[in-house]
């Protein structure tokens, strides 16, 4: 066994804030602040009504964030489970409440804010999953036993997710989910095989198990010109306002497409867009680039850490957080089928600004505590 | 811990792969994005231009219609309007009647603009009316400061000075119906009026012009946000027309005397037409003011048809007026020459059947001359089944009929001239040689129509040369007289020259079917052809008892017709005349053409070219109207 080096006794808590990884805030506030300067813009030059409430609610979810990263490490892997069956029962909690009558509903009204729970379920699965693997061996990872127990992890709230019905979100835990199963140690065989499964049953899904809507926003995909002013009509007007943004951009508050309104959702989902037609190809790819910088952050921390559970996790919220960047910008480039996903830390919403942070506060918790020992 | 171990390092080569994969995304989404935006980048940058640039279409002023003396037929009145946009009244309904006070407007026009304004957008101007006098105008003007949201423009309306005498040559403009709406934008402009009828339709696209462009940046909703760009808009083409006004309106008011005939004047040897005109007509100034239900129910109603130009869809039994072609016909194919005689006894029996020459007691013995002269029908039916029925079409087409002669009228209609293959193919029956000689006198199946006719005329007169009709001055049709003139038509002259005898005498030799219509000024004599157009078969009974046209209802009596050319010698000038149900064409029909030819050549318009430069000194550029 390893010995223990430097941490004999519980350092303070003003040590352990010397000690946060004050790059990655800074870059997790530049990011932001990009978003605060794009919702500005969405509002036509106007702190109102976004760009205000995004910046109190980040400055309440940074605060959020560092209590959490302050935490022990080892008190969360000792919460993670409780946390996971209280995330599954939130959406029980939601999915009954949405039968009583209030429609197809995905958050819980806390007066405060909307909770959304799916939201803290992709944080809550990739702990639940990094628990279960910390004790494994490789051994262990190639026998199949040894995984049903992390696939049902994963499959109870997908199912649950897939009934609010959310397609993206529960897509977007099972990839979550296959990243940590690859990081642990799983065969490549079984990804193989899970592609071959997957091919199979496209046909089956697109029979039985997708709604209208989603059928027709893979159809409208792959042929956004068909119909470009229905279902189409996001796409098109997306790809017009990034491709007449050029290289230089219209300029800060310019962007006619957003400002006249042509550009739907433009301070949620399509806000990407506003901004590189703003900023043109230069602002964009240093988004891109700060977003980079941000998952090299995240990867050098889970390389540094010495448990399972801290590489895990580490590794596995960045990658979770990376999917939502990736999933967003491609959708908004006509890349992949529209699919409802914000573009976290600049997208409008309270949830999801808290879920991020939370879930950056987790990783830096897992830096902070990299020596220390969670279990055993 | 071994185990451990070999953990970390698949843990470490993995991790490796999984920030690989991240920054091979990255690099996928900033490829995309410098696609998007560099090579992609002006394509975009259209569309969204388009997006946000609303493109204002500026009416174009439409192009004006004169005759071969630039005399206006067409022009484009101002029209003021008042309008109100409610977006800057702080009530319509109070604003509309402050107006009320100053100018004179109905309830239910105030209703109207209430019921619109509910409809449409906040910044839309509404028509609140139009055709406003200049006082209107000034009163709303002076008064602008309590009437908030109303302001007055001038728009244009067409207006045609010489009234019914060009309603159906230059015919009228009309909203743009749904079916007329294709690419060009100025279709869709609120109040834009588009060619309904005649000239007006037919070069509609060169007379509508280009419309002027005013860039406006506009919101998702279509708020105007600001001017970026104005281009103005092109006037249309001024058409030039060959006919002489005044001629054109004399005619008109000789027409009038009928209660439904039409007539052509053309000049022989170019085909330039002087004058086309079909009574009764109606006021296209009545069209373009918005035209009344009861006035249009009217038109409609008229049994003599009053919306139709019948001077070139107009389509009669040509009557006698076809007996030159059938007598060139048998000159051509020499079943007769000029010293052929016949015996005109009354009739002619053609097996058991009997056909009547339309002179009771016979005309005795004629030849072709005479047979033209006193319009003899015996001669005609001698001659009529050895010559054959396709020698007579032949000849009937080279001279003009049976077929549309690319006149630039789009009412145009083709007439008729039958042969065995037609008959056989549209009634499918085979010719009988009865059929025969009743076609030989224009009747039976013959048809044509007055322009046609004329054209037949010119070419008898013109020393034998295919011209065809023209009415636009300015080379906007194709079917105007080639440089080098008109082609020779395979014709014999002496027997052109013998016709022209017999047409000679028909008018001014003692016995001539049309010696009343004599004009005494030999310089302005002129010759023609009477014709009685059968519109019901004459019964046995009817001949016998002695019935007398004038006393069936109108609908069943004859047509008159008249084809005529002057002067005598060197004919310049050809005619047609149909009098519909005018009983008979040497009393209805040739003194008619007898005004018309001593009026045409007194006015002498072939004398003079086109004037077609809209300014500057005349015949500059002039097209010589008269060839040879």
């Given at each position: ?5 430097s ?7 003003l040590?352990?804030?010397r000690?946060?990884?004050?790059g990655?805030?800074?870059?997790i506030?530049a990011v932001?602040s ?15 009504p ?6 109190v609610?980040?400055?309440i ?21 409780p946390l ?10 939601v999915?009954?409440?949405?039968h ?13 804010m909307?909770?959304?729970?799916s ?36 499959i ?22 296959a990243?940590m199963?690859?990081?642990a ?18 046909p089956?899904a ?21 119909d ?20 230089k951009?219209k ?15 433009k ?5 990407f ?19 980079g ?11 540094r ?7 895990f ?15 967003n ?13 914000p ?6 919403g ?22 220390s020992?969670v279990?055993? | ?18 920030g ?8 996928v989404?900033g ?8 090579s ?11 997006n ?27 029209n ?16 509309l ?5 100053i ?15 509910k ?11 139009d ?9 709303v ?8 949201g109303?302001s ?13 005498a ?5 015919g ?32 509609d696209?060169?007379m ?26 092109r006037?249309g ?24 005939a ?17 009574f009764?007509s ?59 005689t ?33 319009s ?13 029925i396709?020698?007579i ?12 002669l690319d ?33 030989s ?47 020779k ?27 009343g ?18 519109v ?8 016998q ?22 002067p ?10 149909v ?5 008979g ?10 005004d018309?030819?001593l ?30």
């Amino acid at each position: 066994m390893r010995r223990s080096i430097s941490i004999h006794s519980e350092p303070s808590v003003l040590e352990k804030i010397r000690h946060l990884n004050w790059g990655l805030i800074f870059l997790i506030i530049a990011v932001s602040s990009i978003g605060f300067a794009a919702l500005y813009s969405a509002a036509g030059g106007s702190l109102s009504p976004w760009a205000s409430k995004q910046i109190v609610r980040f400055c309440i979810a940074t605060f959020g964030m560092i209590i959490v990263a302050l935490i022990d490490l080892k008190w969360w892997f000792r919460l993670t489970w409780p946390l996971y069956f209280l995330g599954l029962f939130l959406l029980l909690v939601v999915e009954i409440m949405g039968h009583i009558g209030m429609g197809a509903q995905r958050w819980i009204d806390l007066g405060f804010m909307k909770l959304q729970p799916s939201e803290l379920m992709k944080i809550v699965v990739v702990m639940a999953l990094a628990r279960y693997f910390h004790s494994s061996t490789i051994e262990d990872m190639r026998r199949l036993p040894f995984l049903v127990i992390p696939t049902l992890i994963i499959i109870a709230p997908v199912m649950l997710v897939l009934l609010q019905p959310d397609l993206g979100t529960s897509l977007m835990i099972v990839m979550a989910g296959a990243a940590m199963f690859f990081m642990a140690g799983a065969s490549i065989w079984l990804y193989i095989g899970a592609a071959v499964l997957i091919a199979a049953s496209i046909p089956l899904a697109w029979n039985f198990a997708l709604h209208a809507y989603q059928k027709q926003r893979i159809l409208t995909f792959l042929n956004p010109e068909s119909d470009p002013l229905g279902s189409g009509y996001h796409i098109t007007q997306s790809k017009i306002a990034l491709g007449s943004g050029g290289l230089k951009g219209k300029g800060f508050l310019e962007g006619t497409q957003s400002r006249l309104n042509f550009l739907p959702e433009k301070q949620t989902d399509f806000i990407f867009t506003l901004w590189a037609e703003e900023q043109g190809l230069f602002g964009g790819l240093v988004l891109l680039g700060l977003f980079g910088l941000i998952f090299f952050y995240g990867l050098w921390i889970s390389l540094r850490c010495r448990q399972n559970f801290a590489r895990f996790l580490a590794l596995g919220l960045t990658v979770n957080f990376s999917l939502y960047v990736f999933i967003n910008i491609a959708m908004v480039m006509g890349l992949i089928p529209v699919v409802g996903a914000p573009l976290p830390l600049i997208s409008y919403g309270g949830t999801s600004m808290l879920a991020v942070l939370i879930g950056f506060g987790l990783v830096m918790s897992c830096s902070l505590h990299h020596d220390s020992k969670v279990s055993r | 811990m071994k185990k451990n171990q070999d953990h970390v390092r698949v843990f470490t080569r993995r991790a490796f792969v999984i920030g690989g994969l991240q920054g091979a995304l990255l690099g996928v989404l900033g490829t995309r994005l410098a696609w998007l935006q560099v090579s992609q980048g002006s394509r975009y940058k259209t569309l969204s231009d388009k997006n946000r640039i609303n493109i204002k279409v500026l009416s174009p002023q439409r192009g004006e219609v004169v005759d071969r003396f630039g005399v206006p037929l067409a022009v484009n009145t101002q029209n003021f309007r008042a309008l109100i946009i409610p977006e800057q009244a702080n009530s319509v309904e109070d604003s509309l009647r402050s107006l009320q006070k100053i100018m004179d407007i109905s309830e239910k026009e105030i209703q109207k603009v209430l019921k619109q304004a509910k409809k449409t957008a906040k910044f839309v101007p509404i028509e609140i009316k139009d055709d406003l006098s200049w006082e209107d105008v000034a009163r709303v003007e002076v008064n602008l400061p309590d009437l908030p949201g109303l302001s007055t423009d001038v728009g244009e309306r067409r207006s045609y000075p010489f009234g019914e005498a060009t309603a159906h040559l230059v015919g009228y403009v009309g909203a743009v119906s749904k079916k007329d709406i294709g690419d060009d934008p100025v279709l869709s402009l609120p109040g834009f009026k588009i060619g309904k009828t005649g000239i007006e339709k037919r070069f509609d696209l060169d007379m509508r012009g280009k419309a002027g462009q005013s860039e406006v940046e506009v919101n998702v909703v279509g708020r105007e946000v600001r001017e970026l760009n104005k281009k103005k808009s092109r006037s249309g083409r001024r058409v030039v027309l060959t006919v002489d006004g005044e001629l054109q309106r004399f005619t008109q008011n000789r027409l009038s005397q009928e209660k439904s005939a039409s007539a052509v004047i053309m000049d022989a040897h170019s085909g330039a037409v002087y004058a086309l005109a079909s009574f009764p007509s109606f006021d296209p100034n009545a069209f373009t003011s918005g035209l009344s239900a009861a006035l249009w129910e009217e038109l409609l109603a008229n049994p003599a048809h009053p919306l139709t130009n019948k001077a070139i869809s107009g389509q009669y039994p040509p009557a006698s007026t076809f007996k030159m072609v059938s007598l060139l016909a048998a000159l051509q194919s020499k079943t007769v020459n000029s010293k052929t005689t016949v015996f005109c006894k009354g009739y002619y029996e053609y097996g058991r059947d009997r056909f009547h020459c339309w002179k009771r007691g016979g005309h005795g013995w004629v030849d072709g001359r005479k047979a033209l002269q006193v319009s003899c029908d015996s001669y005609f039916y001698e001659l009529a089944t050895e010559v054959g029925i396709d020698k007579i079409a032949q000849v009937a087409r080279m001279m003009g009929l049976g077929s549309k002669l690319d006149f630039e009228l789009k009412e145009e209609r083709p007439g008729l001239v039958p042969d065995k293959s037609w008959k056989l193919g549209q009634i499918g029956k085979k010719w009988q040689p009865g059929e025969s000689i009743v076609a030989s006198i224009g009747q039976g199946y013959v048809q044509a129509t007055p322009l046609q006719l004329a054209v037949m005329t010119a070419r008898f007169v013109n020393g034998g040369y295919a011209v065809k009709p023209w009415v636009t001055a300015d080379g906007l049709a194709e079917n105007i007289m080639p440089a080098d003139g008109w082609p020779k038509l395979d014709v014999n002259s002496p027997h052109l020259k013998m016709i022209k005898e017999g047409m000679d005498r028909v008018v001014n030799h003692e016995k001539g079917t049309a010696y009343g219509s004599k004009i005494e000024d030999e310089l302005f004599a002129f010759g023609g052809k009477t014709g009685t157009g059968q519109v019901q078969r004459i019964t046995m009974q009817q001949r016998q008892s002695g019935v007398k046209n004038e006393e069936l209802a109108w609908k069943s009596r004859h047509h008159a017709l008249f084809v005529g050319y002057a002067p005598l010698k060197n004919p310049r000038y050809v005619c047609s005349v149909v009098v519909e149900h005018g009983i008979g064409g040497s009393r209805a029909a040739a003194p008619l053409a007898r005004d018309l030819l001593l009026e045409t050549q007194k006015r002498d318009p072939g004398s003079t070219p086109v004037h077609i430069q809209e300014t500057g000194p005349a015949g500059k550029v002039g097209f010589k109207g008269a060839g040879r």
